[in-house]
């Protein structure tokens, strides 16, 4: 059994940085495809970034790219994203989650998944 655990959330100012982390538990972190999505209410849980399985090639929303990185750690099994140049309108539930797929993104396709982490940017 896979389990996610989401941290490093908060409140921050516009323009400020967050770094989020999510630890896996289990032997088979490497064999994973994982993601960041994000959720406010009202709306679908949205993609916001992923990295590979084996490769380590990432890809990013647009919305994203140039200000997030996502990363990980296989031999912490331990996923990152730093979060720069926040923006208001990044506040969001963020969720951590992990597929066997190597390249998926819509949330559909993720089989496991944290309780997520509230990040909050003020203007």
């Known amino acids: 059994q896979v389990q996610l655990v989401e941290s490093g959330g908060g409140l921050v100012q516009a323009g400020g940085s967050l770094r989020l982390s999510c630890a896996v538990s289990g032997s088979a972190f490497s064999t994973y495809t994982m993601g960041w999505f994000r959720q406010t209410p009202g709306k679908e849980r949205e993609f916001v970034a992923l990295?590979?399985?084996?490769?380590?090639?990432?890809s990013y929303d647009d919305s994203v790219k140039g200000r997030f990185t996502i990363s990980r750690e296989n031999d912490k099994n331990t996923l990152y994203l730093q979060m720069n140049s926040l923006k208001p309108e990044d506040t969001a539930v963020y969720y951590c989650?992990?597929?066997?797929?190597?390249?998926?993104?819509?949330?559909?396709?993720?089989?496991?998944w944290g309780q997520g982490t509230q990040v909050t940017v003020s203007s």
């Open positions: 989650a992990a597929t066997p797929n190597t390249y998926s993104y819509t949330a559909s396709q993720y089989h496991h």
């Open positions: 990295i590979a399985r084996f490769t380590g090639i990432t």
